[in-house]
């Protein structure tokens, strides 16, 4: 598998990639002769292919390097569910927001109603991610359970939203399902995320609140 890895972060599943049997040994601490027999295996096994232009990673050894991503991320936090979907656990704080999520929410509001199927609290949760937890955000790109539609009013363009179907709750208290929201377009930094809900949400988990979400994803 470490191979196939490293010639997958060479660009392998893009095109074809020029790397020796050698060059594979040395970055990999092995022999070249143990390089060159797992070149060959994983040729013959259909994972890569091998023509004069070099090595390509085929549709089966990308599925196999897919298969590994997702077991490593149910490893380090995620939680496969039915329905082609994943859940992802992250920890963080409650934490103060730029004093703009209720004018943003107030804009979308027919369109959360209409995408989601709830009229929103005209306000958002923030909450400061823990280091890891912030890694693991990454994870969530592309993946949005619900797209809600950016739009123009007034000579302004709202960009597209990305929902999350999620939980969150704080110690022994009961969970509440709300939704991830990502912004196209935000002020952000990586380490916040921003809830919603059909009910305001800060008066249950106040700033400074110890929390855990699980948010859904799909594959």
Do not use: W
């Not at 730029?98 to 959360?112: C, M």
């Not at 950016?150 to 022994?172: N, Q, V």
């Not at 609140?209 to 859904?216: A, D």
């Amino acid at each position: 598998m470490d191979v196939l890895i490293l010639l997958a972060k060479k660009g392998a599943t893009l095109q074809h990639v020029r790397i020796s049997t050698t060059q594979i040994g040395r970055e990999l601490d092995m022999s070249q002769q143990n390089a060159s027999r797992i070149i060959l295996e994983l040729e013959k096994s259909g994972k890569i292919s091998r023509t004069v232009n070099g090595i390509d990673i085929t549709e089966k050894g990308a599925n196999e390097l897919k298969k590994l991503y997702e077991e490593l991320g149910l490893a380090l936090g995620g939680k496969r569910t039915s329905g082609g979907s994943t859940d992802l656990l992250f920890s963080g704080t409650v934490t103060q927001g730029l004093g703009e999520g209720a004018y943003y929410v107030k804009q979308y509001s027919d369109r959360i109603k209409k995408t989601l199927g709830f009229v929103p609290f005209p306000g958002t949760l923030n909450i400061r991610l823990d280091k890891r937890s912030g890694n693991e955000k990454a994870r969530m790109n592309g993946h949005a359970s619900k797209v809600i539609e950016g739009f123009e009013k007034d000579g302004r363009k709202f960009g597209k939203i990305f929902a999350y179907l999620c939980t969150i709750r704080s110690g022994k208290s009961e969970t509440e399902s709300c939704f991830v929201v990502m912004p196209e377009r935000t002020h952000h930094s990586d380490s916040i995320i921003e809830l919603i809900s059909r009910h305001e949400l800060k008066g249950k988990f106040p700033e400074g609140k110890k929390v855990r979400i699980k948010v859904n994803v799909q594959n």
